[in-house]
């Protein structure tokens, strides 16, 4: 694990959050979007395999890959993340806009993913 992981209020049995790219503390979201991902995410350390509409695979990133989707009040986020057995690693947040995901976000989160694997 890298040192982005983060075990704040963690429970032995969930699993911790890394964060490949920075540290998303406040992301630009509303405030009802910031509980509605911190929820989501929280479900994912717990374990729990998410679905439409909160979540869909990114096979195109990798094996394991999803996206978490957040609708906003005036915007769609998506959070790009991979389950491991011992983390859920994030790759990624941007704001959605277009109907597919952007080239260059599908190229940026395989990189982070090769790279925090062969860390």
């Not at 405030?31 to 991902?37: D, Q, Y």
């Not at 929280?42 to 394991?64: D, F, K, V």
């Amino acid at each position: 694990m890298s040192d982005s992981t983060y075990y704040f209020h963690v429970s032995p049995r969930d699993k911790p959050l890394v964060w490949l790219h920075g540290l998303v503390k406040t992301p630009p979201f509303s405030a009802a979007a910031r509980i509605e991902a911190g929820f989501l995410l929280r479900r994912l350390q717990r374990g729990e395999n998410l679905g439409m509409p909160h979540s869909r695979q990114m096979a195109s990133i990798g094996r394991h890959c999803h996206e978490l989707r957040i609708v906003d009040d005036s915007a769609s986020w998506r959070i790009i993340y991979r389950i491991d057995p011992d983390a859920i690693v994030i790759a990624e947040l941007f704001k959605k806009k277009t109907a597919k995901t952007p080239a260059s976000v599908v190229e940026v989160c395989r990189r982070r993913f090769a790279e925090y694997d062969h860390a």
